[in-house]
């Protein structure tokens, strides 16, 4: 059975029971067997159903007074003995359940019994977090906007305290326990079918490893999304079976290059994941010059990759000569203090277009910052924010470009979670080059505008009815171009731009107008929240379907069948 | 030897026949029946109740179900004899529906016991 918290209660019970009907029984038992006198001095013995009474009465300390007659010596010392007896039975019985009540165990029985019921309540797709933390907050918060229900694992009650005080729409389960023991898995429902995805982004990459691993074996149908900085465990997870393995400093470094190389795809990219669609000077890194970066760790290897593929001068300063020692032959790696006057100046940075503090350190990137702005004022600098609490000091020292290693990570599996066809429209893009990229964002200003937003939907009968059913129904080809459409008149177009369309393996990035609807096609679009709004009438609303179809009130083949019977 | 089994195994057997002593006799005389067995069937069936608490065994619940029944039973009839001697008066009706009551008691203990006795058995030591 489940439910452990009750039997732990009962256990714990019996004794102060035992002591409860022994002492009660020994009263009621000398109560009747002791003769007493009645009020015309006759002896009479009590009855059990008197004795029960009485020591009842007396037991718990409420003492009526002696019934049904005023009791003779030897009861009167039966009853003097009784009273210590009962009295302290009764007082250690209570005592033991307001210690019970108060019990740590119990109350963790308690907390876990409940987490269950709501886990098995739940009915509605549901995502896995494991550690609680201002990312995975983060997340959460964008999800219960949209309406996805997230259930938390997490090693440290008082962080499970904060998410109480945190006023989420939905209720967020969350439960106490180390990911490490297989069974808290079980319990937050990683068996369940509903359960759509793990998401692990510990800074520990052994701690991602493990979570994914146990995640995978347990149900292998679950997706599991984790957060991997270095190679081998990136290697390691995907051989697992981890679906999505994210390195923050890649998408970094990527970004690095794109701002370089291409700057529409790096337009195309920020705007997926939330900007506007414009360059700003922060995205305009110095084309040309030598490139210092402070710090060889992580994302200083990711860099490296992106400014070599870039074609840019650089050069390393990195403090710890272990990791120095790890930079392949040929890199220029200078081993000391990044914000050392000194070593800075070994490195050019009088004659350096460009710094980038990328160290674990929020304070170090800070004054590395200052100490090479301090020589060389007009050098562009960008620094690696760790810590989002950070942002005020940050914002406060006027640097150029600030990259939040949480925000991205935020940012990107929210997109994962939530909004799957652009995570896949984000990939797609960059295979097409920077020329795609400059066609796509002219036409989105141009359709559309400076801020277009995202909409993904899915051609069914849940959430294009009318479509479906006329398609179904009458079996001609609509084409894509029916969307655009607007409902006011169908002559006219919406400023609509659909970007990506999937049809199972197939996948369409800027379908043609002429390209048909199918049943079950994942389409991407661009456009505003309005437009929007008049694609999920024209798909969901028989009415508006026809007017747009052919641009008169009409009734479809179908309309007449559900209306007359059978079609006449 | 399992002292916790000795001492349950006690008090559910000591419960049967506290029981049965108590159920033995004419139903309708009540002078056949002794008031102080009554009582000590009574307490004896909620020790026995208590030792079955908690059990998370399927067999366990089973045998807390009887128990419980037991318990109820003899409860019954205490308080029909309590009723009859000072609300209603002890007519013959009432009697038979104390010692019937018992009876039923009975019944429930005994399922008790033979349910505890194959469970010994089952266990081959």
Redesign the interface.
Known sequence: ?RNNSL?LI??R??TP??VL??TF?IS??GM?LIPGMDDKGNPYHL???DAFYFVSYMATTIGFGESPYDFTYPQKLWVGFCIYLTVIGWLYAIGSIITLVQDKVLAAQIALAQFQRKIKKMDEPFIIFVGYNSMTKAIIDRLTNEGIHSVVIEKEEEKIKMLALENYTIEVPALVGDIRDPNVFRTAGIHKHNCRAVVSLFNDDVMNLHVALSAKLMNKHVTVIVEATEDEYAQNLKTIGADIVENPFKIVAKRIYLSLKSPSLLMLEQWIYGDPLVLRKKDKLPKEGKYIVCGYGRMGTALEVGLKRAGIDYIFIEASPKKAAKAKRGEKVIVGDADDKKILLKADVQEASCIIAATKDDLLNLSIIMAAKRINPDIYTVARENRINDAIVFKAARIDRVITIETLMVKKTYNIIARPLVDRFIRLMMYRGEEWAKKVVSMLKECIGNNPETFETLIDEDHAFALVNHLRESGEEIPYETLYRRRDDYKKRNRLLILYVRRGEEEILLPDDSFPIKIGDEVLMAGSKEVFEDVEYIMENINELCYVLSGKECQLSFVGKYMFGDGR | MNLEKVISGFFIILALTLNFGFFYGDPTVLEQHNRYELFAAIVVNLIATIYKLGDKTHLGAVLLATSLVADIQLIAAASVWALGEYVTGLSTEMVTAIISLSGGALLANIVSVVLFTGDVLKSKR
Do not use: E, G, N, T
């Open positions: 059975m039997y009962i256990k019970m019996r029971m035992y009907i022994a029984s009621i038992l009747v009855s059990f159903f």
